[in-house]
């Protein structure tokens, strides 16, 4: 591996051949900056794509009677992680009942991560707009108590150069 590829935050290397597939380079991408909205968000969508086309050939091959076609799959497996679940095509094979289940666990448990991810960028957003507005608010009293302070040490000069001036007249 050259320098140039990515670590996870504890250091260690990301094995070239997961960069390879969309989940993979998405991972890659979330294990080297988690803490960003994108990069978390690119990772939801390829593992919930990866969801539906595992899911929906695991339902294809063992419930072939209800599944005819893969595509009718795919919609079942994307209609059950996106929670819409219409009910035109259910499994009737335990298998595919076990992997309905699955993938709408997996839904809700993306779908709750997406929402707080959002809510947490919005979060971050406003907490930085209150940060700069203090950094203003701060930078404000700071001139105005500069201002205060050269205002004094211009009376403590004055004041000086009149005790000076009083001395020497008196002495």
Same mark, same amino acid.
């Given at each position: 591996?050259?320098?140039?590829?990515?670590?996870?935050?504890?250091?260690?290397?990301?094995?070239?051949?997961?960069?390879?597939?969309?989940?993979?380079?998405?991972?890659? !991408? +979330? #294990?080297?900056?988690?803490?960003?909205?994108?990069?978390?968000? =690119? &990772?939801?969508?390829?593992?919930?794509?990866?969801i539906?086309?595992?899911?929906?050939?695991?339902?294809?091959?063992?419930?072939?009677?209800?599944?005819?076609?893969?595509?009718?799959?795919?919609?079942?497996?994307?209609?059950?992680?996106?929670?819409?679940?219409?009910?035109?095509?259910?499994?009737?094979?335990?298998?595919? !009942? +076990? #992997?309905?289940?699955?993938?709408?666990?997996?839904?809700?448990? =993306? &779908?709750?991560i997406?929402?707080?991810?959002?809510?947490?960028?919005?979060?971050?957003?406003?907490?930085?707009?209150?940060?700069?507005?203090?950094?203003?608010?701060?930078?404000?009293?700071?001139?105005?108590?500069?201002a205060?302070?050269?205002?004094?040490?211009?009376r403590?000069?004055?004041?000086?150069?009149?005790?000076?001036?009083?001395?020497?007249?008196?002495?």
């Amino acid at each position: 591996m050259t320098s140039s590829d990515p670590t996870a935050p504890d250091g260690a290397k990301v094995p070239p051949a997961s960069r390879r597939t969309p989940l993979g380079r998405a991972r890659n !991408r +979330f #294990v080297t900056d988690p803490s960003s909205t994108r990069n978390a968000i =690119f &990772l939801i969508v390829a593992v919930d794509l990866g969801i539906v086309l595992i899911g929906g050939t695991i339902i294809w091959f063992f419930d072939r009677a209800e599944y005819e076609h893969l595509t009718e799959a795919f919609w079942y497996t994307l209609q059950t992680i996106t929670t819409v679940g219409y009910g035109d095509v259910t499994p009737t094979e335990p298998v595919g !009942r +076990f #992997v309905g289940a699955a993938v709408m666990l997996l839904g809700i448990a =993306f &779908l709750s991560i997406l929402t707080a991810t959002i809510t947490s960028s919005f979060i971050d957003a406003r907490q930085a707009a209150r940060r700069a507005e203090e950094v203003g608010e701060d930078r404000t009293d700071r001139a105005r108590l500069d201002a205060r302070l050269d205002a004094m040490n211009d009376r403590f000069d004055r004041l000086e150069e009149l005790v000076r001036a009083t001395r020497g007249a008196d002495g």
